[in-house]
């Protein structure tokens, strides 16, 4: 009972929160564009939205797309290291009433998006993230079984998430999980702001000088 008053305490506290939040940034005069804003989207859900997932098409969402989507998109150290947290529960430091505030949200939030039409892009999912690297830092606090070998597999998991980073940096938009293929393969499995949001438009624009000038070139040889 009391974890319960607890959890629902938080929650209230967040929701304040969250409103207050809300008011800070629109002002009094700002609630009514919110509420329009979330009766567009509301309006938008119902109706679906033209999406790809997998090789196919649809309008009306697929249940497994943000669970399979936040797979790909999230960095596999990340991923591993929260879901072990999960998995090991028990270990580590006290967790308390920390788990009311990182993982009710996250449980929360993922049932609501198995139910989402619009499925566009893990952009509608951005306020897990901090959730997920929260659950994930727990596991820095397990007690080390082999401390050599621990350090070893931390610094070649650590240096593989540098890399992956660095590999696709500047199209962060489009990084992809090396668990599936990395950011080559990306487009085989989701599209539009999974890998593209007009961030780019400046290097296709030097793509299209290129090849302007590498076919001025072949017409200039005749």
Not at 17 to 25: M, V
Not at 131 to 146: G, K, Q
Not at 212 to 222: A, I, K
Request: charged share 10%.
């Amino acid at each position: 009972l009391t974890a319960v008053l607890a959890a629902l305490a938080n929650g209230a506290l967040l929701t304040l929160l969250g409103l207050l939040t809300l008011r800070l940034l629109l002002g009094a005069g700002g609630w009514p564009s919110f509420l329009v804003g979330l009766q567009a989207q509301l309006a938008h859900q119902a109706a679906g939205h033209p999406a790809f997932f997998l090789g196919r098409l649809s309008i009306d969402g697929w249940l497994l797309y943000f669970p399979l989507a936040l797979a790909m998109k999230l960095p596999p150290l990340t991923l591993a290291a929260a879901m072990a947290s999960v998995v090991w529960w028990t270990r580590g430091a006290a967790w308390g009433q920390a788990r009311a505030l990182v993982v009710a949200p996250l449980a929360v939030m993922c049932a609501a998006l198995l139910a989402a039409r619009i499925d566009i892009g893990v952009r509608y999912a951005l306020p897990l993230w901090p959730l997920f690297i929260v659950l994930a830092s727990r596991v820095a606090t397990w007690p080390l079984p082999s401390a050599r070998v621990a350090t070893a597999g931390v610094v070649a998991l650590l240096a593989h998430h540098a890399a992956a980073a660095i590999r696709v940096a500047p199209h962060d938009l489009a990084f992809f999980s090396d668990l599936f293929g990395g950011p080559s393969r990306g487009i085989w499995y989701l599209a539009d702001s999974n890998l593209d949001w007009g961030q780019d438009l400046s290097t296709l624009r030097g793509w299209l000088d290129r090849s302007e000038e590498h076919t001025s070139e072949l017409q200039s040889r005749g």
